[in-house]
């Protein structure tokens, strides 16, 4: 016991002290402090199986909570980076189907934010610290694996699971700081650093330092890759047991990743051959609301992978999704999509209570989250309603009519009163858009409060058929009257934050000033106007 409580501790120092891994903090003191954590790492984190295991779980936790300090000495590092409450409400605010209520996150819905704003800052440097962490683990299972410390197949499946959450942290980053794919005709701008070397050493930090953007088309190539490596060597879910099924990354979670960046370079081809593979794999639950029962929260047929919270480790108050979607109320669903003429009256995705909290004012909440007291909720990052939407989507661009209503009604029916007479068909459409804008509209309303908006917004930029215009208009940043959510008609009352045009600057978030004042090569390669 005493060994495991020293590697938490020295996993827990280490990943501070190895902020150079996102290159921003390269001060004397963090770079004074690096090598004893580094020699107490590497002598003990990879020199038996327990300790291995544990070093895998330090970089779960570091996807879940982050692990940047915004200064030496602080007491307090943020919570919830990047896929915890973040990763959920910054996705969903720089949208327009959630209102910010409060000023939590009232940089990121109004896009006043700048280089040194905490929130966009924080996703970079958190970003940036997972990968560092995985591909640290990376080297260590690599050791341990020649020692004999662990078997191949225990190795193989470790580094699979790091593969796979090194590639979902750069494709998450990607959207932020990036334009989409198809801004130039062959994704030659600017991408993201796609780090694959561990930085434990003052060495390490400079050979870093000279690693810039590669292309758009770069850094996708490098997830793929990364992405496919985690297919081949993850254990299948099949084979795990528990929350482990859905809380750990497997085989189908990175087939699952996959049709997400196939879709968002605009491959309908490989999204609907990536997609065929899960069919066996994962079933729709029979209502919308299963994945949000906390008993079925990590044992469901649909969740495909979810960030685990529990009692003892959750994001704490200021980032658990409990509070801060249904308990602090820093959130509420926008009259936009809540009065979209798509969104039927009786559809089972407004049940009040099962997915839809309304306040004594009459105001909507998502109801997703709901344990305030331990915030155990799963943050949820893929369900295979993903999955089944971006098949739609993929079929229909490629003319398949018939296969894109089928796959878009298997998301949709099971949140109908009737669907034998209110199901979508051939003739709910008039043409090709038309049922693309529906297939968006459908993906709008199902992940409401699940941070999925920004991916969609940011993918669509420059599409032929439904592109969106920028940051869209949105309500102003505070609480509607109840009076804004009447059914019946759609929405046209006041917008009180003005619709960011997808040629501002502003589309993108800044490389942060502590990266660019530290990081030469970063610094001349600043998304243009920051």
């Not at 040194?116 to 940036?128: F, L």
């Not at 009076?483 to 960011?500: C, D, R």
Request: net charge neutral; glycine share 6%; hydrophobic share 40%.
């Amino acid at each position: 016991m005493k060994n495991n409580n020293i590697i938490r501790r020295g996993l827990s120092v280490l990943s501070v002290s190895l902020l150079m891994a996102m290159v921003s903090s390269c001060s004397d003191r963090e770079t004074l402090d690096l090598q004893p954590y580094n020699n107490l790492y590497e002598d003990i984190a990879f020199t038996s199986a327990v300790n291995v295991d544990l070093a895998v779980m330090g970089v779960y936790n570091a996807a879940q909570n982050g692990i940047y300090k915004t200064a030496p000495d602080a007491a307090n590092t943020p919570r919830g980076y990047v896929f915890g409450a973040a990763y959920v409400e910054q996705n969903d605010v720089r949208g327009e189907d959630m209102v910010n209520t409060a000023t939590f996150y009232q940089l990121t819905y109004t896009a006043t934010y700048d280089g040194g704003s905490p929130n966009n800052s924080h996703y970079w440097m958190n970003g940036y610290g997972l990968v560092n962490k995985a591909n640290i683990t990376i080297d260590g299972l690599k050791k341990a694996g020649e020692t004999g410390v662990i078997t191949p197949a225990v190795r193989d499946n470790y580094l699979g699971e790091m593969y796979f959450l090194r590639a979902l942290a750069h494709l998450e980053l990607l959207k932020h700081f990036s334009r989409p794919y198809n801004f130039t005709a062959n994704a030659s701008h600017p991408g993201i650093p796609y780090r694959t070397t561990a930085i434990t050493s003052p060495a390490a930090i400079e050979e870093a330092l000279k690693v810039g953007r590669g292309t758009v088309a770069e850094t996708y190539a490098k997830i793929l890759a990364d992405l496919d490596q985690a297919e081949l060597l993850t254990a299948s879910k099949s084979t795990r047991s528990g929350n482990a099924r859905i809380t750990r990354a497997t085989k189908e979670a990175a087939i699952a990743l996959k049709v997400r960046a196939y879709l968002n370079m605009r491959d309908w081809t490989k999204v609907l051959t990536e997609g065929a593979k899960l069919s066996s794999a994962y079933t729709l639950t029979a209502t919308p609301d299963v994945p949000f029962i906390l008993a079925n929260n990590y044992n469901n047929s649909e969740s495909v992978f979810s960030i685990e919270n529990s009692a003892n480790t959750n994001p704490g108050t200021n980032a658990g999704l409990a509070s801060m979607y249904r308990d602090r109320s820093l959130v509420c669903i926008s009259p936009i999509i809540w009065r979209n003429p798509r969104w039927l009256l009786d559809d089972k995705r407004r049940a009040e209570t099962a997915m839809v909290r309304t306040s004594s004012a009459g105001v909507k909440y998502v109801n997703k989250y709901k344990d305030v007291t331990n915030l155990s909720d799963g943050s949820p990052i893929m369900r295979y309603a993903e999955v089944i939407l971006s098949m739609a989507e993929a079929y229909a661009r490629q003319g398949n009519t018939a296969s894109a209503i089928t796959y878009l009604n298997m998301v949709r029916n099971r949140s109908l009163a009737t669907p034998a007479t209110q199901q979508y068909t051939a003739a709910s459409f008039a043409n090709a858009t038309d049922l693309v804008d529906a297939i968006i509209t459908e993906r709008r309303i199902e992940f409401l409060g699940e941070g999925m908006r920004w991916g969609d917004i940011h993918r669509l930029l420059y599409d032929d058929l439904v592109p969106t215009p920028g940051i869209p208009a949105k309500v102003g940043n505070s609480t509607p009257p109840g009076s804004a959510f009447t059914l019946g008609t759609p929405y046209t009352g006041p917008l009180g934050v003005a619709m960011i045009p997808k040629t501002d600057f502003r589309i993108l978030w800044p490389i942060p000033n502590d990266e660019i004042v530290n990081n030469p090569t970063l610094a001349a390669q600043q998304n243009p106007q920051w």
